[in-house]
């Protein structure tokens, strides 16, 4: 009797113990099911993101595809001579020095325009050429000649003779945000139609060295020497900028570009093709950023605005009340962040055309009324 009720007891035990050892491994296991469907939703989710990169990489090539036939390969040559005598001997018999004469030749891009045959480029490409050959993507090649060029910002407009041409529209530069997908297209080294894609790394970029006026895009779309006068497309396809320069201690690409803001360049072209030369309006006074110390001691309250150094006596400024020390915070109720966006301001405006400017001056806030005249030739 004892022996059968110990048996039945470890029976007992046995099948409880089993009943535990099923509860964790079932627990502790998902089942079959639950891991084909964790399997599937993975899958699902990285055919999605998969689809989304295709269709990213699809817009870069829709783009190209529609702005490249607009993108010109610019060539140019450029006679120099030079007077030189070879030696002493040479001199005593001809006295006068022989002349030499080489051609120099450098290759840039551009961007149509108008069914017109306008294109916009850079000065810097075309500057003191005494020929310019454009060659399109189909191969066709036209002689261009000059429309107008201005180096205070290193914008030209060049002109070709046909009457069936492909045209990029142009955008709006001022829409722009950093972090934007931005695609560049041009001649790097020679290498016509060459597309490299990248980011609005920065806006507003001045005191580059390049030019007078400078409000430069950086990109990290790879530019390199033959991509000036090139565009810079954004991914509804418009041209949002003329590549220019690039900032390099190697002659190459190094991850920064500039490029001319459209909206710049389209108020330069205006006027080149309209008038053959840029007029701009003109303050008349030498302006300095505010720093720290400036704000501190004429207690400004933040770091804004251009400080007047210097207003020219019977300059407009000066007519309209401006003195030296007044730090402009405003200009036609536009808020002003620093002497560059002044000084392109002021040059954009109409001459003849009054404008309100907000100054601080001695702890206060005060409005003049200025008449913007004609910047002296200098």
Known sequence: MHIKSSRNIFLIVLAISGLIALNYLTSSSPPRKMVSKAIVEEQANLKEEITDIRRTAQTFSVVAKAVKPAVVHISTQQTLVTQRNFNPLEEFFFGTPRRREFVRQSLGSGVIVSQQGYVLTNN??????????VTLADKKEFNAKVVGSDPKTDVAVIKIDDSDLPIAKLGDSDKLEVGDWVIAIGTPFG???????????????????????????????????GNSGGPLV???GTVIGINTAIFSQSGGYQGIGFAIPINMAKEVMYELIEKGEVVRGWLGVVIQPVTQEIAEH?????????????????????????RQGDIILEYNDKEIKDPNQLRNLVAGTPVGKKVKILVFRFGSNEEFEVGIEEEPIS
């Not at 810097?124 to 050959?133: G, L, P, R, S």
């Not at 004429?298 to 401006?322: S, V």
């Open 124 to 133: 810097h490409v075309v500057a003191n050429a005494d020929k310019i050959k």
């Open 298 to 322: 004429f207690k400004l309250k933040g770091i804004q605005g251009a400080l007047i150094a210097e207003a020219t006596e019977r300059g407009p400024a000066y007519k309209g009340g401006l």
């Open 234 to 236: 954004s991914l509804d």
């Open 191 to 225: 290498l016509a139609q060459t597309v490299t894609v990248g980011i609005i790394s920065a806006k507003g970029r001045a005191n580059v060295g390049i030019a007078d006026y400078e409000d430069f895009l950086q990109t990290d779309a790879a530019i390199n020497p």
